[in-house]
Every structure is written in C-alpha cells, then in structure tokens.
C-alpha cells in the first residue's frame, strides 16, 4: 500500500525553527517528485514546495522562499521540510503529497502534520 | 502566478441530484503542444487529507465512481457529481498545475 506518514509538527515561538519529515512507502520513492502542501485552520490549500525525483531541482511559494528548504533522502525514502523563521501566519496543517508525472498533480496525499507558530 | 477561482463558494443539493462546481483561471491552463489542460479536482472531507478525483481535467482518478465527472478547457472548468450521494459531502478543490501549482479557495457541498 503507497503510504505517506508526515510527522515533526509542534507548537513553536515565532522566529524559531522546525524540521518536518515524511517517511514513504509502498512505492519506490525516488521516482518521483513531491511537495508539500498546507492548509491554515479553516482555509483553503496552499502549496509550499516540490522537489524533484532526484532532489537537484527544487520550487518555493513565494511566501516562504528564503526561509523554507525542502530536501530529501532516497536512500531512506524520507522527505524534508526545514522551517526556519517562522511567523504566526506559517500556522497550519502540513501535507506531504506524491507527484505521479515530473509535472503534475498529487495523487497520493499523507495524513498531515500541525505546526502551530504561537508565543 | 495563476489566480484559481471557484463558483460558488457552497451549494446545498438534494440526495440523487446533480451538483456543478466552476473552476475559473486567470490564464490559459491549455498546453498546446500535447493539447492538455494541466487542472485537477479534489475532494477534501473533514479531519482528511485531500483526494485526487480529476485530472487532466477530465481523467478520472483509478477507484473514483463514474458519478465524478470533469470537463473544460483553457480557462474554464466544471466537476459534475451526477447523482450526489451522501458520502460526497466535502469540499472540493480545483488545482492548476501548468505553472507552479495553485488551488482555488474551495467548494463546499452539502446536502439540502
């Protein structure tokens, strides 16, 4: 079964920093592409970042480009979302979602992990 | 970056009727040289993560009920549920992947 299990979520004052982690399985993780996608309490869906297969290509939103990097570790089939310089306004549900073609949509989504950015 | 929006930002609809939800870009979302429209439809219940119904606009999704239909081109998009059932109330999302990725701000459908 193709499973995504985010986790590494918390509360955490604003100005400080976060690491978040999504273990893959039941597919072979590095031949694909993926992102991160949140979702602020009671909004819409905002995507955050992607990544490329092979982890040489990356892509920030605007609104967190210079202080979010997105990584991973195939040989440990794990994706990566360092938070650095949070704001109140980074506060929400962080989804790690899988890329079915290099240019694509997500169809495979994980459970989610909550950051909540609060002095 | 490419404005998705949405109509209307809820609808109540009767068990067995048809719902339609609107996608609008603010662009073309049409890729000429392979003719496909880079869209997508989501379906989000409370509590879960989102559930791709539609892509390509109009593919559906392996294990989505035929009831889930999408259709369009360019700039101009429609998720039909043909005959709602009670386990499609959520809300649902339309995704623009040709530059980026942007979402419209959702769709809530429930029943009347």
């Known amino acids: 079964e193709v499973q995504l299990l985010e986790s590494g979520g918390g509360l955490v004052q604003p100005g400080g920093s976060l690491r978040l982690s999504c273990a893959a399985s039941?597919?072979?993780?590095?031949?694909?592409?993926m992102s991160w996608v949140r979702q602020a309490p009671g909004k819409g869906l905002e995507w955050v970042s992607a990544?490329?297969?092979?982890?040489?290509?990356?892509y920030y939103a605007d609104s967190v480009k210079g202080r979010f990097t997105i990584s991973r570790d195939n040989s440990k089939n794990t994706l990566y979302l360092q938070m650095n310089s949070l704001r109140a306004e980074d506060t929400a549900v962080y989804y790690c979602?899988?890329?079915?073609?290099?240019?694509?949509?997500?169809?495979?989504w994980g459970q989610g992990t909550t950051v909540t950015v609060s002095s | 970056d490419i404005v998705m929006t949405q109509s209307p930002d809820s609808l109540a609809v009767s068990l067995g009727e048809r719902a339609t939800i609107n996608c609008k870009s603010s662009?073309?979302?049409?890729?000429?040289?392979?003719?496909?429209?880079?869209l997508a439809w989501y379906q989000q219940k409370p509590g879960q993560p989102p559930r791709l119904l539609i892509y390509?606009?109009?593919t559906r999704q392996s294990g989505v009920p035929d009831r889930f239909s999408g259709s369009g081109s360019g700039t101009d998009f429609t998720l039909t549920i043909s005959s709602l059932q009670a386990e499609d109330v959520a809300v649902y999302y339309c995704?623009?992947?040709?530059?980026?990725?942007?979402f419209g701000q959702g769709t809530k459908v429930e029943i009347k």
């Open positions: 979602a899988k890329e079915p073609a290099p240019v694509g949509f997500a169809d495979v």
């Open positions: 039941g597919f072979t993780f590095s031949n694909y592409a």
């Open positions: 990544i490329s297969d092979s982890g040489g290509t990356t």
């Open positions: 662009q073309s979302v049409l890729h000429s040289p392979n003719d496909k429209n880079y």
């Open positions: 390509w606009a109009s």
């Open positions: 995704q623009q992947y040709y530059s980026s990725w942007t």
